[in-house]
């Protein structure tokens, strides 16, 4: 009958809410990743006094932002490396080289095809074709090779910079378990060391030419405890001062 649904078109009907179901869920998961590792730099950014810490939301800012917090990790240490350059410009390069290469493989096969039978090919051009194809995406397979490698590097840094004690646990579990990267980063992103001044990253000259700091000690000492110690200074110059009147008289 017209109006009843067979068991077939259950089926389909099941297996594409299914499809969709996943296909949704997925892409919660993606915003949910997403939002907590661009909240989690923005924030570590912030506390150290990194210039422009909303690029840690901008699909590529957000490179920029942990090659910043893994320099600055060095700086502390005297050591000068610039991951921040490095990490983005490996990003940019390897969005244009595979854009610019997955379209010339296109229009070149398209091209080929389209001017020799696909019946009559020699079987040795077919072959170039495949191997052409494969080996222009190598320095595409090298590059982003070299950008995970160094963006890994950064997370250690940044890990070892915030929770010293668990930077390995984090580490590894952020490279075996793709999820685990930005939970392990919102976990530890007011831990760690911070600039002195709360809004560094605004005006400070430290988003200028990287002349970071620590706190002081006088610094990180509260004022009340300053004073407690400057008490006992204060009753000795008191003390001596009677002992010599004493004297005089």
């Known amino acids: 009958m017209g109006g009843t649904v067979t068991s077939s078109e259950n089926l ?12 949704l869920l997925l892409f919660g998961i993606l915003i949910a990743t997403y939002i907590l590792q661009s909240l989690s730099l923005h924030t570590l950014a912030r506390r150290r006094g990194i ?5 840690a ?13 893994a320099r600055d990790y060095d700086k502390q240490n005297n050591i000068q490396r610039r991951w921040n350059k490095t990490l983005l410009t490996l990003s940019i390069v390897f969005s244009a080289s595979y ?9 070149g096969t398209l091209i080929t095809m389209l001017n020799m039978d696909a019946a009559t090919m020699p079987e040795d051009t077919a072959v170039a074709i495949v191997l052409v194809v494969f080996s222009a995406f190598i320095p595409i397979m090298i590059i982003a090779t070299a950008l995970q490698i160094i963006t890994y ?4 840094k ?3 910079s915030t929770v010293p004690d668990k930077a390995l646990k984090y580490f590894l579990l952020s490279l075996l378990l793709p999820l685990a990267q930005p939970i392990c980063l919102f976990l530890c992103r007011n831990k760690g060391y ?3 001044d709360p809004m560094a990253y605004i005006y400070n000259p430290v988003n200028k030419n990287y ?7 006088n610094e990180s000492v509260p004022d009340n405890e300053v004073v407690a110690n400057s008490q006992p200074d204060m009753q000795i110059e008191e003390n001596s001062a009677e002992e010599q009147v004493d004297t005089e008289e």
């Open 153 to 156: 590097i950064c997370f250690f």
């Open 57 to 69: 939301w901008l699909p590529y800012g957000n490179y920029w932002i942990i090659g910043s917090l």
């Open 211 to 217: 002349s970071y700091y620590r706190p002081t000690v």
């Open 99 to 107: 854009l610019i290469i997955y379209f010339a493989v296109i229009f």
């Open 51 to 55: 210039a422009s810490p909303w690029l």
């Open 194 to 196: 911070q600039h002195p």
């Open 12 to 23: 389909a009907l099941g297996v594409i809410f299914a499809f969709v179901f996943i296909y």
């Open 158 to 160: 940044i890990f070892e």
